[in-house]
């Protein structure tokens, strides 16, 4: 117990002390004048109320990550809750605050635009198809699971098949109208099932006759029984939106162009974040409890076909009692829902910067949309299993780019660059060492010394390649662009 209270604790003081280094070191300014403002269309650019805001972004990235993943990736042991919580601090809040501060300088830019302007047509090009791709993937994703969660809440007549259709086509409506007109309205009632979910946990947690085994006093290795999990790159891949999650990236131009001054971009993106860091940890520290350690865990993950939707289920039954455990599992149902509506969004505005489509009138908002509806429905013609790997590899590369673009604009800028420079040289090890050494075909299979070296040698190399750059561009910027 005591170690969960640092790491809650630990993650609030970061969130006061090392939020506002993050936000001085990029300079806020709140006397700029906001995309909102600017560039108010009444679709995607109009300033809706900050907490409606920090709503939006929170639920946009707390997906599935920060429960499922928390629930599978606390099977790697004690260190589970120290990337979770480090991780949130150093380098996924911010990843999520520093890509939408670029993205409010830049005018409401979508993430492959920002990134491709501080790393070069070639790599814009390359992120514009890898967002895409990721989007995709997370809209075909988070259609499924909820879906067959829906499945086993509902009468038999109501399949996963009609739940399928039902989410989609609430897909469709969120991706085509104003962000006021579903997003902003409904985002609270999800809001307030996830956030009584995660209170509810946290109180049964802290008052309840549960005792976390934390696991501290038996070493920080993997408590996996065999030798395929490594913490090193396996957890840092698995614990991703708790952590670190470069999807996130794609949803703060989203709400960039919905925020009313830049003072507030902290507590919404980076406070989104620990927010979600939060989530992560409380429902860890629950998995391990619940089924009274990391032993406990496995058995019963075994017995339930290794499905962390089953364990959701019977701990918010169990905890929260029959009313409370309702609220609980739509929370758990809306977090999915509520980051594929706005993925499949951000691919709209991803997809209409790269073509310069206005998008104030519905015909060319529903012609950008079509095609991406059209790939998301073939996309989920997969193997659920094969879509999540890959998607969660693909998510973590993502972060990769943000973050060294992030490192440019902060040097061309005259900031602290060491800021986003040194998470992106361990997340770009991190990522080439999982690609090397995870099995076929998900990976290439190497074994894990070599995959390590490579990986080492991989993020050398980008350093270098900022060096030269930095070299070649002896004359960073004093003042920021508008």
Known sequence: MTSFLIALATLIVGYIIYGAIAERVFGVDPSRKMPAETMRDDVDFMPLPTWRVFLIQFLNIAGLGPIFGAIMGIMFGPAAFIWIVFGTIFAGAVHDFISAMMSIRSGGESLPE???????????????????????????????????????????????????????????????????????????????????????????????????????????????????????????????????????????????????????????FYGAMVAEGLVALIWAAAAIAFTGGYDGLRDYMAAHGNSAGALVHDISLQWLGTFGGILAILGVVAAPITTGDTALRSARLIAADFLHIDQKPILKRLAVSIPIFALTAGVMMIDFNVLWRYFAWSNQTLAVFTLWAATAWLYRHGRAYALTMIPAMFMTTVCVCYLLYAPTPEGFGLDWTTAILIALGFTALCTGAFARMVARDKSPLETDAA
């Not at 049964?204 to 501290?216: D, E, K, Q, R």
């Open 114 to 268: 920002i990134v491709g302007n501080q790393l070069g047509g070639g790599i814009k090009q390359l992120m514009r198809a890898f967002s895409m791709l990721l989007l995709i993937l997370v809209g075909a994703v988070f259609v499924l699971t909820p879906a067959g969660l829906l499945a086993t809440m509902t009468p038999d007549i109501l399949t996963s098949a009609f739940w399928i259709g039902i989410i989609f086509l609430y897909y469709i409506l969120a991706t085509l109208l104003p962000v006021d007109k579903l997003i902003a309205r409904f985002y609270p009632v999800f809001g307030f099932a996830l956030l009584f979910m995660a209170a509810g946990l946290l109180g049964v947690l802290l008052f309840g006759n549960s005792t976390i085994p934390a696991g501290f006093e038996n070493g920080l290795g993997s408590r996996f029984t065999d030798s395929a999990h490594p913490i090193f790159p396996m957890m840092f891949v698995s614990i991703a939106c708790g952590a670190i999650s470069g999807f996130h990236a794609t949803q703060s131009p989203m709400m960039a162009r919905c925020l009313k001054n830049e003072r507030l971009a902290r507590p919404v």
